[in-house]
């Protein structure tokens, strides 16, 4: 947590649950990860926190903008962005969100199958797009292989065919996957793609662009590697496989930019043992699955937790949310451990939660509002 968080904290102390978000931590975020990848282009993941001061002042810092969706691309252009700084990098977009995309001025887009590029060919014409392919995600704590990017050999038929259809076929993506904590998943990935961007070069494309996604982790509980060792392990297999012949870098990052900058301040609503004397409490929080922690499905992202008590004897706990679905459980697998001082009415914070919370808030069910946001 940041002093700015923890002063705010104190002297206002917001009604909970609130995200309280310091746009300094995020700038240096920025600043971390452009010196650490000096060649790439940073497209900031607008889907990790598309919070108007946060896309307001990464424009100010000169970043570029991966969008998802048509409205995505409007809170770009209200932030201030250029249309050239935007990337539509969904593979899958509606016909009128890639015309409304195009005649904005978004001119790069995203595409993982024939079906797509058709698409983008009769709404976008001319417009410069880049294939996803599949790669591994070995090592991603939430993964994205199943659902998206073509493999080697639909990408070449599809790139090699996107000119007769009228598009400037640019470039290739990949993506392995969120809070990935492997440098050695990005240089498989390097190799497997770079691999089939010379052999698309020398059929005779002008690819300009090899976009590495996002995917760079934080620290939730567990440690991980520093953004400098996924720097080193990059740049070696960028310049392994291409020499001094680096093509356009582009970098996508999402998580690693906002999630850190933010906490979520919660409050105990109960604190219960379902069979007596178990050692075993739950611990009932004003925020769960369905106020914004849906990166807790399958326990997937462990959010550290700290609460006023901390220091005391402990014990373990499961910890869920406030609604009445029984799917609303944050950790009931993952050991837990909190105060036993610990009572409704309590603070807890979750850290470095900053990012893919506050837009996965659902619409007041059961009647709870999503939480409130502060941006500092
Ligand atoms: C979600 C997403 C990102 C951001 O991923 P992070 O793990 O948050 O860095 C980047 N690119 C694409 C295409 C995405 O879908």
Redesign the pocket.
């Known amino acids: 947590m940041t002093p700015k968080i923890a002063r705010f904290l104190v002297e206002q102390h917001p009604a909970a649950p609130c995200l309280v978000f310091d746009l300094e931590r995020l700038e240096g975020n920025f600043r971390t990860l452009r010196s650490a990848l000096p060649l790439a282009e940073i497209y900031y993941?607008v889907?990790?926190n598309p919070a108007p001061p946060v896309l307001e002042r990464l424009v100010s810092l000169g970043s570029s903008f991966?969008a998802?969706s048509f409205e995505e691309i409007e809170a770009c252009l209200a932030a201030g962005a250029q249309p050239r700084a935007i990337s539509y990098?969904?593979t899958v977009k509606k016909a009128a969100a890639i015309r409304a995309a195009h005649a904005a001025g978004v001119d790069l887009f995203?595409f993982d199958s024939a079906e797509e590029l058709r698409k983008l060919a009769e709404n976008a014409p001319g417009a410069r797009v880049y294939c996803r392919v599949s790669v591994a995600n070995e090592g991603a704590e939430?993964p994205?292989a199943r659902k998206f990017g073509a493999d080697l050999a639909l990408a070449r038929e599809l790139m090699l065919s996107a000119a007769s259809f009228g598009l400037d076929p640019c470039g290739l993506s990949f993506?392995v996957g969120?809070?990935?904590t492997r440098t050695d998943t990005y240089e498989a990935a390097i190799g497997r793609v770079a691999m089939l961007f010379t052999d698309l070069m020398e059929a005779g494309l002008d690819l300009r662009l090899f976009n590495l996604?996002?995917?760079?982790p934080v620290r939730y509980r567990d440690a991980v590697p520093e953004i400098d060792a996924f720097a080193a392990a990059i740049m070696l297999a960028m310049t392994r496989h291409f020499g001094n012949a680096l093509p356009g870098m582009l970098i996508?990052?999402?998580?690693?930019l906002s999630a850190d900058a933010g906490v979520v301040a919660s409050e105990v609503v109960l604190v219960s043992r379902r069979l007596r004397n178990d050692p075993l409490r739950w611990v009932y929080l004003d925020v769960g699955r369905f106020g914004g922690l849906a990166e807790t499905e399958n326990e997937a992202i462990r959010y550290r937790i700290t609460t006023e008590h901390d220091g005391g004897p402990e014990g373990p706990v499961a910890i869920a949310g406030p609604t009445c679905d029984g799917a609303d459980v944050l950790y009931q697998r993952t050991p837990y451990r909190l105060p036993l001082a610990l009572s409704a009415g309590d603070r807890v914070l979750l850290h470095a939660a900053g990012?893919?919370v506050t837009t996965y808030a659902s619409q007041c069910f059961n009647g709870f509002a999503p939480l409130a946001e502060y941006y500092l």
């Open positions: 993941a889907k990790a991966d998802a990098g969904n995203a939430w994205l993506h969120s809070q990935q996604g996002g995917g760079f996508e990052p999402g998580r690693f990012a893919y």
